[in-house]
């Protein structure tokens, strides 16, 4: 069983459609995340939700939205994709306290054309 | 604010010999550190943690990692790399009373035949 599951794995798409990546834990954590990790491998932190609440919002622009239907799902919509927000996009999940690490999923590679 | 600092986003290191990471962290408080290893297009795994006791972590895959406080570092090793060790390995912080995990630039390591 996978432990935190994204869907798509690929995702190419034009500039100025939305798109929407799904995310997916089976670990009963109450926090998820989504990073985004740039063509140079630099991991950035976009969100965190614990327990279906937004705790961080780390400057992101309003056309990424993130819902958090349950505890165990955090997906992520883009409105009017563009070129600049091709990257790999990691969601992830840990438990609430500061001594455990997050787990990821295998990413999701956007491609805007 | 904290934040981790990596040496080197490229080292190459020839089979069999020591590997060396460097990874140097600023935080206010006491801090817990990670080390993540990505091979290419998979997701992020967890190598090794420090949250608090022994400050010489040891790891998955042979890797180790030695706090020192008074050198504010986390420096990744391994004895002896093999072919297998070639990925991106990040090293990671995370504060008390936060809820995101801050990432370094991370350095691909190398290993040369």
């Known amino acids: 069983d996978t432990a935190v599951s994204q869907t798509p794995k690929y995702l190419v798409t034009q500039m100025g459609n939305d798109k929407s990546i799904k995310c997916e834990q089976n670990?009963?954590?109450?926090?998820m995340y989504w990073y985004k990790q740039d063509s140079k491998k630099f991991l950035k932190i976009m969100f965190s939700y614990n327990n279906k609440e937004l705790i961080i919002n780390e400057t992101v622009p309003n056309r990424f939205s993130p819902k958090s239907p349950d505890k165990a799902h955090l997906n992520l919509h883009i409105n009017s994709l563009e070129l600049g927000d091709s990257a790999v996009y990691f969601c992830?999940?840990?438990?609430?306290?500061?001594?455990?690490?997050?787990?990821f999923g295998q990413g999701t590679r956007l491609t805007v054309v | 604010a904290q934040s981790v600092t990596q040496l080197g986003s490229h080292v190459s290191v020839s089979e069999g010999a020591l590997v060396l990471l460097r990874c140097n962290y600023s935080?206010?408080?006491?801090?817990?550190l990670f080390w993540y290893v990505q091979y290419p297009n998979q997701g992020l795994q967890l190598l090794l943690k420090?949250?608090?006791?022994?400050?010489l972590v040891k790891g998955i895959n042979g890797f180790e990692a030695e706090f020192k406080k008074s050198e504010t570092s986390f420096h990744l090793t391994k004895p002896s790399a093999h072919m297998s060790d070639a990925a991106e390995y990040f090293c990671a912080v995370r504060v008390a009373r936060d809820d995101k995990i801050i990432f370094g630039k991370g350095t691909r390591l190398h290993i040369l035949p």
């Open positions: 935080s206010s408080v006491p801090p817990y």
């Open positions: 992830a999940s840990s438990l609430p306290t500061e001594n455990t690490e997050a787990f």
């Open positions: 670990l009963g954590h109450d926090t």
């Open positions: 420090y949250t608090t006791g022994a400050t």
